[in-house]
């Protein structure tokens, strides 16, 4: 009976002890807390009194644990069993090799070896009169080193991954700091105090590749105390991750020492003890450099520190570019913003444009509302843009909106944008004006055109700060600054009813009041030279020169349209006059003054015909002065387009030609 029972009892010791350990790994243990706990069942389950786990460190054996008498363990033995790999007994000991394989998916995938293994054996001692048969204790033996294997490598495993996830999340919170900088410089200290710190080394190297010169270039990150270091590209470990774009480790005494370059450590005046080494790609996967980690503050550098190393490479080739790309966008945009801003510049030396730029400059440091009037063509317009390019709003966007040109039912939709479906064709949903315009400037022109129900909308959303789009519910904060510009007399038309006293109030904060050209002395020069030296550059030909019979015309002329007149007679003598000398008779302005009025033929016939044909000839002129575009002669005339179209049709006057030519 005893004899079938024994096996029974040693097996069902077996599985309690197999279910310690399954329970133990369950929770959060480490090796050694692990074999503190374990090993004394182990040795109960063997029933043996002494024997433990030693392992190899420095060339030496040491015990982790130890039971019983503490005697020298058999280093031969232990030797001899690790070579052979399996269970030895010799000398009254057996010794079974605990070699974890030390697989890693982070050596793997940084393009390294894995992990060295752990190499320990455990020792018990075999008693002087013992009846058990070795061959069947050896068999015991193979169950509970596999079994401790399997636990060791569990253990290791899982903390490795925490530490790997420790590591993921300290690179994350690391990267997303570097984003926010908009230094070269800080960042790249960023960059190598998060890599010391988490890779423990006492410095960390980002050399940046200068293919044409064939150098490496290390910038003041690298601990360098002045200036930045240049090394070639295919010297040291550096050059061998440059050449074979993959990581390097470099630990003194165990590696060849050629493979490290002394010239750099000779003129630092420091040493290099270990190094770990990786590519930098940038975001198109082109190599750009190599991310180097020196001096390992403990035995040397792993696999796992190359990969921790390669996260922080790609995170930091990001960081790099991402800030050389906005900073090539930041200036872009600056670039962009002063072309826009000198392509209307506020020309002039007269008194009041002197004391109206003075005023803009102030007006433009705030956000107040601003009102331009002055008669068409004097450059109210320009005037608006001064006004934003001078002012915080200059990089957001400039809005222009003609009120004359906006009908009332359409008024609501331009301004303030539609829902899809909020009418007939609206076929998807349109932003308006003001929320095109957000942190800028939106310019309205002609606004005393604007109809009443279009001035009451206007005025609530200057009040109030928001938009509903047509069709919409939702209200949509908008940060706008308003300039508005007319050639009415907004004081006449609210003493008529035809124009809100308080929505005049509420953009006439700041007014600003542009004179006639033809009361601007020396301008007119100015302006003719800016725009003959604008139209020569456009067409490619060189600037010709005003002759002082040119410039007398110009100054006597009275310049009905403006400013816009002016332009459009440069513009014509730009591209007709093939002289480098412009006289009076290559402005035609004398056909102009004829057309005007000063060499009529007399008038015949009724009082009606005496009107239809001053009618005539005034809508002719006006067409002709602003060199056949219909807009501005309209605007010329006191007209909407619309209606000046129609005036020419009761009077029997030929339209424009198809493909009406804009100034």
């Known amino acids: 009976m005893k004899d079938r029972t024994q096996p029974q009892t040693s097996q069902n010791a077996e599985i309690c002890l197999f279910a310690e350990v399954i329970n133990a790994l369950k929770s959060d243990i480490s090796r050694s807390e692990f074999i503190q706990l374990m090993f004394p069942a182990v040795m109960a389950w063997l029933e043996r009194d002494i024997g433990g786990i030693v392992y190899q460190a420095a060339g030496q054996w ?118 926010r900088l908009e230094d070269d410089i800080v960042l790249l200290h960023g960059i ?22 064939k150098k490496l270039i290390g910038r003041p990150a690298l601990g360098v105390a002045e200036g930045a270091l240049e090394v070639d590209d295919d010297v040291g470990v550096v050059g061998e991750v440059l050449g074979t774009q993959e990581p390097k480790i470099w630990n003194g005494g165990s590696d060849d020492e050629s493979r490290v370059n002394r010239k750099v450590d000779q003129s630092l005046e420091f040493e290099t003890r270990s190094l ?92 107040l509302s601003v009102l331009v009037l002055g008669k068409n063509g004097t450059g109210k317009e320009v005037l608006a843009r001064h006004i934003h390019f001078e002012s915080e709003r200059r990089n957001a966007p400039f809005i222009a909106v003609n009120c004359a040109a906006l009908v009332e039912s359409l008024l609501e939709s331009e301004l303030f944008g539609h829902e899809k479906g909020a009418f007939t064709d609206a076929n998807q949903t349109r932003q308006g004006k003001f929320e095109l315009a957000s942190s800028g400037t939106l310019f309205l022109d002609e606004v005393g055109d604007m109809s009443p129900g279009g001035q009451a909308k206007l005025l609530r959303v200057l009040e109030e700060k928001v938009v509903v789009r047509v069709g919409g519910s939702q209200t949509i904060p908008v940060d706008v600054r308003v300039i508005a510009a007319t050639n009415q007399p907004l004081e006449e038309m609210i003493v008529e009813k035809r124009f809100r006293e308080d929505l005049y109030f509420r953009l006439n904060v700041v007014n600003l009041s542009l004179p006639p050209l033809s009361q601007r002395g020396d301008d007119i020069l100015l302006l003719a030279n800016h725009f003959l030296e604008q139209f020569c550059y456009q067409i490619g030909r060189s600037i010709p020169v005003l002759q002082r019979s040119a410039q007398d015309a110009l100054r006597s002329h009275s310049w009905p349209g403006n400013i816009r007149e002016l332009r459009n007679t440069i513009e014509r003598v730009a591209y007709l006059c093939g002289d480098q000398e412009i006289d009076k008779d290559d402005l035609m302005l004398n056909t102009a003054l004829r057309n005007a009025g000063v060499d009529h033929s007399p008038i015949t016939g009724t009082l009606n015909d005496a009107t239809r044909q001053f009618q005539v000839e005034h809508i002719e002129r006006a067409i002709e002065i602003c060199s056949g575009n219909m807009t501005d002669a309209a605007a010329y005339l006191g007209l909407h387009r619309s209606n000046l179209y129609r005036k020419m049709a009761q009077l029997g006057m030929n339209g424009p030609d198809d493909g009406e030519r804009s100034p």
């Open 62 to 179: 040491s015990r982790e644990i130890w039971f019983g008498n503490q005697q020298d363990v058999p280093e031969l033995l232990i030797a001899e069993t690790l070579d052979l790999g399996k269970i030895q007994y010799a000398e009254g000991w057996f010794v079974a090799p605990l070699i974890t394989t030390g697989h890693s998916d982070q050596g793997e995938s940084a393009g390294l070896p894995d992990h060295a293994p752990v190499v320990a054996a455990l020792v018990v001692g075999a008693e002087e009169k013992s009846t058990v048969n070795p061959h069947q204790f050896i068999q015991r033996l193979n169950r509970i080193t596999d079994l401790l294997i399997a636990a060791f490598e569990s253990i290791d495993g899982r903390q490795l991954r925490i530490r790997r996830i420790n590591q993921l999340q300290a690179v994350m919170d690391a990267s997303a700091q570097w984003q």
């Open 192 to 213: 190598a105090d998060t890599a010391t710190e988490l890779l423990d080394c006492e410095r960390a190297s980002i050399f940046l590749w200068d293919k044409r010169g």
């Open 276 to 367: 770990v080494a990786v590519p930098m790609h940038g975001v198109r996967n082109d190599l750009i450099g190599v991310f180097e980690a020196i001096n390992h503050h403990g035995e040397g550098f792993e696999p796992c520190d190359a990969t921790v190393l390669s996260d922080l490479a790609t995170h930091a080739a990001v960081a790099i570019q991402s800030l050389k790309t906005r900073k090539k966008l930041a200036a872009t945009c600056d670039r962009l913003v002063e072309d826009a801003a000198s392509a209307s510049p506020l020309i002039g030396e007269h008194p009041s444009i002197t004391k109206i730029r003075k005023t803009s400059s102030k007006v433009a440091k705030t956000d």
